[in-house]
């Protein structure tokens, strides 16, 4: 490569310039091949539960250990703590193994919003993650923080407190749903009514039963029939229908019975029919399609109501995640949005996919993982389904013993 020198206004070489951006460059390259080091570092220090002779401990991602085994149960990190068990009692770590919150707990949650439930002497209340309580133990049970309100419960009555341990909704509830958003649904001598997160009631109707809120709208039963109400609590569908499913992608699944059977179809947050009761059974949308039955045999709609995938078999789920759990008589397995068949109809049951893997049963009612390759991730080898729902790792059982976690790629952190 030619290399011109470059000369300034003044007559001077450019000799050193050209040094410098060769420099800048080489620092570019090398701090993003740091940066990229740094990544795997950060991943590999990933701390995760292990379990080892029966002691639980905590390794990195290549399962070294940060943490020697010496605790009788534990919980993955949460927040930066980890709930552990030793001597009988509940406590939490750091990620160095310093005990942050003493051992004195008969049973812990992990903390969401710097806040986790514990059971202390039979009575329930919560922490911070300093240890600090921030309710007193009064409670026979509690759940966890959603949208900065928890239920708890005292003899038979339910109420919502905050994340300061204040009584937000009066405990005289025979039963609650937790908060979704801005609003939670009461029940009150058999009648169910709409709370905002000031305790107030909306509205002034009450209803037999609900649909939890989805979308800002909640299918509620009056005199029999379901509508739907806003998070107002004000009605903004008339209850006509014999079935109401949860709103999703801006349309609900509705039926109503019609000369001993109930056909199905969508409407719009208006109310609008805008797909016909037209089908024997329809499940709700998700990445743009809907499940949808038609003289006995399942396919896909669009939201305009077109057939996209044929009504061809047993049964169908919605899809997640680009894959569609389907049952087309000879077993299950999933298909995409073209109904390309991605994982081969050969197993026993499968559910959907969560983080890049679907758990399934065989025939010998063994249960594994697979790859949206339709590669087996996981061996059949455990007796309980294999939940990533809510991460990376699931809980693995054998023989009714609870050996430890697996991850989405069947890496085992647990020792037999």
Same mark, same amino acid.
């Given at each position: 490569?030619?290399?011109?020198?470059?000369?300034?206004?003044?007559?001077?070489?450019?000799?050193?310039?050209?040094?410098?951006?060769?420099?800048?460059?080489?620092?570019?390259?090398?701090?993003? +091949?740091?940066? #990229?080091?740094?990544?795997?570092?950060?991943?590999?220090?990933?701390?995760?539960?292990?379990?080892?002779?029966?002691?639980?401990?905590?390794?990195?991602?290549?399962?070294? #250990?940060?943490?020697?085994?010496? %605790? /009788?149960?534990?919980?993955?990190?949460?927040?930066?703590?980890?709930?552990?068990?030793?001597?009988?009692?509940?406590?939490?770590?750091? @990620?160095?193994?310093?005990?942050?919150?003493?051992?004195?707990?008969?049973?812990?949650?992990?903390?969401?919003? *710097? @806040?986790?439930?514990?059971?202390?002497?039979?009575?329930?209340?919560?922490?911070?993650?300093?240890?600090?309580?921030?309710?007193?133990?009064?409670?026979?049970?509690?759940? $966890?923080?959603? &949208?900065?309100?928890?239920?708890?419960?005292?003899?038979? %009555? %339910?109420?919502?407190?905050?994340?300061?341990?204040?009584?937000?909704?009066?405990?005289?509830?025979?039963?609650?749903?937790?908060?979704?958003?801005?609003?939670? +649904?009461?029940?009150? /001598?058999?009648?169910?009514?709409?709370?905002?997160?000031?305790?107030?009631?909306?509205?002034?109707?009450?209803?037999?039963?609900?649909?939890?809120?989805?979308?800002?709208?909640?299918?509620? *039963?009056?005199?029999?029939?379901?509508?739907?109400?806003?998070? !107002?609590?004000?009605?903004?569908?008339?209850?006509?229908?014999?079935?109401?499913?949860?709103?999703?992608?801006?349309?609900? +699944?509705?039926?109503?019975? @019609?000369?001993?059977? $109930?056909?199905?179809?969508?409407?719009?947050?208006?109310?609008?029919?805008?797909? =016909?009761?037209?089908?024997?059974?329809? !499940?709700?949308?998700?990445?743009?399609?809907?499940?949808?039955?038609?003289?006995? /045999?399942?396919?896909?709609?669009?939201?305009?109501?077109?057939?996209?995938?044929?009504?061809?078999?047993?049964?169908?789920? &919605?899809?997640?995640?680009?894959?569609?759990?389907?049952?087309?008589?000879?077993?299950?397995?999933?298909?995409?949005? !073209?109904? =390309?068949?991605?994982?081969?109809?050969?197993?026993?049951?499968?559910?959907?996919?969560?983080?890049?893997?679907?758990?399934?049963?065989? =025939?010998?009612?063994?249960?594994?993982?697979?790859?949206?390759?339709?590669?087996?991730?996981?061996?059949?080898?455990?007796?309980?389904?294999? =939940?990533?729902? @809510?991460?990376?790792?699931?809980?693995?059982?054998?023989?009714?013993?609870?050996?430890?976690?697996?991850?989405?790629?069947?890496?085992?952190?647990?020792?037999?």
């Amino acid at each position: 490569m030619h290399l011109q020198k470059l000369r300034y206004c003044d007559g001077t070489a450019g000799e050193t310039h050209l040094i410098m951006l060769l420099l800048k460059n080489v620092f570019v390259v090398l701090f993003a +091949c740091a940066t #990229f080091v740094t990544a795997i570092a950060q991943k590999n220090k990933e701390l995760v539960a292990f379990k080892k002779s029966n002691l639980w401990g905590y390794t990195d991602t290549n399962k070294n #250990f940060v943490i020697e085994p010496q %605790y /009788q149960e534990a919980h993955q990190f949460s927040e930066g703590l980890a709930a552990v068990k030793l001597n009988g009692k509940w406590g939490y770590i750091n @990620t160095t193994g310093k005990t942050v919150i003493p051992f004195e707990y008969d049973a812990v949650d992990d903390f969401l919003g *710097k @806040t986790a439930c514990v059971l202390k002497d039979r009575l329930c209340g919560y922490i911070n993650p300093k240890g600090k309580a921030l309710a007193p133990f009064a409670y026979d049970e509690a759940g $966890r923080m959603k &949208s900065g309100l928890a239920y708890v419960r005292i003899r038979h %009555y %339910y109420g919502f407190v905050n994340a300061k341990g204040k009584e937000i909704v009066p405990l005289r509830y025979s039963a609650v749903e937790e908060y979704n958003g801005e609003v939670a +649904c009461v029940e009150k /001598q058999g009648r169910w009514r709409v709370v905002d997160k000031n305790g107030k009631v909306l509205g002034d109707t009450t209803y037999e039963s609900y649909v939890s809120f989805s979308e800002g709208y909640a299918a509620v *039963k009056k005199n029999g029939k379901y509508g739907y109400i806003n998070s !107002k609590g004000k009605q903004v569908v008339y209850a006509e229908y014999d079935f109401a499913g949860p709103f999703s992608q801006g349309l609900a +699944c509705v039926g109503i019975d @019609t000369f001993g059977q $109930r056909l199905y179809g969508f409407i719009n947050a208006a109310g609008k029919r805008v797909i =016909d009761l037209q089908f024997g059974n329809a !499940k709700p949308f998700s990445e743009g399609l809907a499940p949808v039955m038609f003289s006995g /045999q399942w396919g896909f709609i669009d939201t305009k109501g077109e057939v996209v995938i044929p009504y061809k078999y047993r049964e169908v789920w &919605s899809f997640s995640e680009g894959l569609a759990r389907v049952n087309n008589g000879m077993g299950f397995g999933f298909i995409n949005h !073209k109904a =390309d068949t991605v994982v081969a109809f050969k197993y026993a049951y499968a559910i959907d996919y969560k983080n890049g893997v679907a758990s399934f049963r065989n =025939d010998a009612n063994m249960w594994g993982a697979v790859d949206k390759n339709g590669k087996e991730a996981i061996a059949p080898q455990y007796e309980n389904v294999l =939940d990533f729902s @809510t991460g990376n790792y699931a809980k693995a059982f054998r023989k009714g013993i609870f050996l430890g976690y697996v991850n989405t790629k069947g890496n085992q952190f647990y020792t037999e």
